[in-house]
């Protein structure tokens, strides 16, 4: 008897080479020396399913023990011989088969298990929360089933590198498109929750399975069509449903490359509760894409309007801007106290590069509404540069000129601070540290935050203030996600950011 040894913990190409990996995350030491980008490290399925005992057919007799007696040496070829013909002849039809374990309860147990986020206490809600229950409610030719199932087995054959999954994931992707516009077609004027959420996975299907944000630019326009031919808006109950709540956070980018404002988005007439802190940010949100969009029309070079009137628009751009700027610093002071960054008086500590603070779910949601804000001060940094631009092309030099110069500073010096923010803030959202910024030895990712955190890594890398040091961390680790969740949509978001940046 012998000791085999403990299982390899290297990256796959290490493991592959049999060479010593120190197993660094998100990449090892040894590729990066090589300058190739690591392929990660194979994980086990944390939610084993196991078959049953096989069955007597397969098995044979325990070792010393016999329900008959041994027959004699002189008898043992005769009976041997007797039990050859006896097979031949006859061979059960149906022997009992080991049972096989169940794919599409082991699919849905591995996407409650990586995407679904419980409420906490506090004005924030969880996310995808009902799934299960509504899941569970659904009958087997809803779109809900169907989608749910496309999505889950998609997120598992990324997990197993399972090609058979793949194809079972596209079959369901197909079936939810059909339920999908056969539940929209029965009922134009309602819209059952199962189908938004049934919308939503296939946009995050096209997510995970294609080349670019066509398709899920399809799914989330669509969804804000439906919405405005019922004259629903959002921020009427984004702190009251969850599944609101991620529609509107799903459709911030899209909105940024619409042609127009989305009506769905748009500031209701009736008053806002905004001393709840989840519509107060919500209303700033949508208030930034109103700016952004504005200001990206008017900083086009094809700009074709007079002077005199881009001026003008570029003035209330700017104006739209300041006042959002003190919404920002009027809120920060009445966020709860989960939601903030928990200070210490620890200076190594402070200075660690993983702020502690309460909840992964809550680091991760500031540090996506920090990523919104880098592309709201890129936006009001181009109109400051245009209407200085725009003045001393004209030699009218007047008080809103100077104004611009002197914003122009201050801006590029958030831009600094709100990058390093959310690279500071990587570590702890990919699980290699803790609240306190103690390094983990096995680090813990949730694949929820991990998807989430596309967007804001890509921002960082596309944004021109963004040092050569934090392009190439952030670059590391969405390859890192790239590889280890197989989302496309990481290998394309730096190139569709590049549309978003002035």
């Not at 799903?250 to 404002?261: G, M, V």
């Amino acid at each position: 008897m012998f000791f085999p040894g403990t299982l390899s913990s290297g990256c796959s190409r290490c493991r592959k080479r049999r060479i010593k990996c120190d197993g660094k995350r998100p990449g090892c030491r040894r590729c990066e020396i090589y300058q190739t980008t690591c392929p990660g490290y194979d994980q086990s399925l944390v939610v084993p399913f196991h078959a049953e005992q096989r069955s007597s057919f397969f098995q044979g007799p325990a070792v010393g023990t016999s329900s008959q007696p041994q027959p004699a040496p002189t008898d043992l070829l005769a009976l041997t011989r007797d039990r050859v013909r006896r097979m031949s002849v006859s061979v059960n039809p149906n022997p009992t088969r080991q049972p096989q374990p169940s794919f599409e309860d082991e699919s849905i147990a591995f996407f409650l298990q990586e995407h679904c986020i419980q409420p906490e206490p506090g004005p924030l809600r969880g996310h995808l929360e009902f799934l299960q229950e509504m899941y569970q409610s659904s009958n087997h030719d809803t779109c809900l089933r169907q989608a749910t199932l496309a999505t889950a087995y998609m997120s598992l054959s990324r997990h197993y590198k399972s090609s058979q999954l793949y194809f079972t994931a596209r079959a369901h992707y197909g079936l939810a498109l059909r339920a999908v516009n056969r539940d929209l077609t029965a009922s134009s004027k309602t819209l059952k929750d199962e189908t938004l959420v049934s919308i939503m996975f296939l946009g995050m299907m096209e997510d995970i399975d294609c080349e670019g944000s066509g398709a899920k630019a399809v799914h989330m326009l669509g969804i804000s069509r439906l919405y405005e031919f019922i004259g629903y808006r959002l921020l009427n109950s984004v702190h009251k449903s969850s599944l609101d709540a991620w529609i509107f956070t799903e459709l911030q980018i899209p909105s940024l490359n619409a042609s127009k404002d989305l009506d769905c988005l748009a500031i209701p007439d009736t008053n806002l509760e905004t001393s709840n802190p989840t519509i107060h940010m919500a209303l700033i949100v949508t208030r930034i894409g109103q700016f952004y969009r504005l200001a990206k029309r008017l900083t086009s070079p094809e700009v074709l309007k007079g002077q005199a009137q881009r001026r003008s628009q570029l003035l209330s751009a700017i104006q739209q801007a300041m006042d959002i700027q003190s919404e920002l610093i009027k809120i920060a002071g009445a966020l709860p106290s989960q939601w903030k960054r928990q200070e210490t008086e620890d200076k190594r500590q402070a200075n660690a590069e993983s702020p502690p603070l309460a909840s992964g779910w809550i680091a991760c949601l500031g540090c996506g509404f920090n990523a919104h804000l880098i592309l709201f001060f890129s936006r009001f940094l181009s109109c400051c540069r245009t209407l200085v631009q725009l003045d001393y092309r004209t030699k009218k030099l007047t008080p809103e000129t100077h104004l611009a110069e002197t914003s122009m500073p201050l801006a590029e010096a958030q831009l600094r601070r709100l990058t390093a923010t959310v690279c500071a803030t990587m570590p702890y959202l990919m699980g290699e540290v803790n609240e306190q910024g103690t390094s983990i030895a096995v680090p813990q990712q949730k694949a929820v935050i991990m998807y989430r955190l596309i967007w804001p890594l890509a921002i960082v890398i596309g944004s021109p203030h963004s040092t050569s040091q934090q392009i190439e961390n952030c670059q590391t680790r969405l390859n890192w996600i790239r590889d280890r969740y197989g989302i496309k949509l990481a290998s394309v978001a730096p190139d569709l950011v590049k549309e978003l940046m002035p």
